[in-house]
């Protein structure tokens, strides 16, 4: 071979190993639900670039609930994907799932009840005899009745009215329920929509009345653990660092998410990171650092789990679900 000959082959080689390199380097992330604010970090980080500087090129899926984004990291149809732990152990608790929680997001319930000020409702046992609405297919109503039970209030004494998600924030505003079952990040936008009615919107948040655990967390598919655990590392990484970012800079934060997902707005988007704040930075991740699972939370999730779907508490060990290796 000549001089010309090897310098073709060794650039065919340099071509191969780099197409591969970028091949490995691409990751595929599936969010739970509708991009917004309070769950836009994969936004944030490919808009700040803090993939990039990992030498990670991140496409962004959009999954149909908790259990759909799930199944997809499971299948590695995704690589990553955010949903609440309690779906991971609840998907567990039917069949091996070969996909593992890596990041905790989320170290309190964002679940809460949103009431009109005047109804008398302080607490979760003052809905005796109301009226509250839930989104149909909110994944809170199947905790609504345990923690009505452990609250001293008997579900069955509670009007409820499952209706379009939507509808909510409306229906509050116009007193036509005396509650809502929401998370706390929508606080914010009910309460706006009712002040242009003379009405006045108070919080109790779930995780205030006894509901411990994690909620929104990442997820990891065992196969890029497994098979590109280097990668997997670097993902993690700028994903917490996107996170940070959020809670630093909110209204940029907002302005990242509405510019990848033009659907949603900038400023409700910086409105929700504001509200979801709580539930990330708190006296837990304080304790524990942001991000780690602490394992008594971790069972404190399950137990709730396995409450709700009426589950022995040792059908699955919660721990299986976990993994902390790429955080560190």
Wanted: without cysteine; hydrophobic residues 45%.
């Amino acid at each position: 071979m000549n001089i010309f000959g090897k310098s073709a082959a060794v650039a065919a080689m340099i071509l191969v190993a780099s197409t591969a390199a970028k091949a490995d380097d691409r990751v595929k992330f599936v969010l739970d639900w509708f991009p917004a604010g309070y769950i836009g970090f994969a936004h944030v980080g490919i808009k700040e670039g803090f993939f990039k500087q990992e030498g990670l090129d991140v496409t962004i899926d959009i999954g149909r609930g908790g259990s759909d984004a799930v199944a997809r990291v499971a299948a590695g149809t995704d690589d990553f994907g955010a949903a609440s732990l309690s779906s991971v152990m609840n998907a567990a608790a039917n069949a091996p799932v070969p996909a593992k929680a890596v990041l905790a997001i989320y170290s309190k319930s964002p679940d809460a009840i949103v009431a009109r000020v005047g109804t008398g409702i302080d607490s979760i046992k003052d809905l005796d005899k109301k009226t509250l609405a839930t989104a149909t297919f909110s994944g809170s109503n199947q905790v609504w009745p345990v923690m009505a039970k452990n609250n001293g209030l008997d579900p069955d004494n509670v009007k409820f009215l499952k209706v379009d998600n939507n509808a909510l924030g409306p229906m509050l505003a116009a007193s036509k329920v005396d509650a809502v079952i929401s998370w706390v990040t929508s606080v914010p936008l009910y309460s706006k929509l009712a002040a242009e009615s003379g009405v006045k919107l108070k919080a109790i948040p779930w995780s205030e009345f006894g509901l411990s655990g994690y909620n929104w967390s990442l997820l990891a598919s065992e196969k890029i653990i497994k098979e590109r655990p280097e990668v997997a590392k670097k993902f993690v990484s700028a994903f917490k660092k996107s996170v940070e970012f959020a809670l630093a800079h909110p209204e940029q934060a907002g302005k990242d998410v509405h510019e990848l997902a033009p659907d949603t707005d900038a400023e409700t988007n910086t409105i929700e990171i504001e509200a979801m704040k709580p539930l990330v930075d708190n006296e837990i991740s304080k304790r524990t650092g942001f991000g780690a699972f602490d394992p008594k939370l971790v069972a404190d999730t399950w137990k709730w789990v396995a409450l709700s779907q009426g589950y022995p508490e040792n059908k699955i060990d919660p721990e299986s679900v976990i993994d902390r290796s790429l955080l560190k």
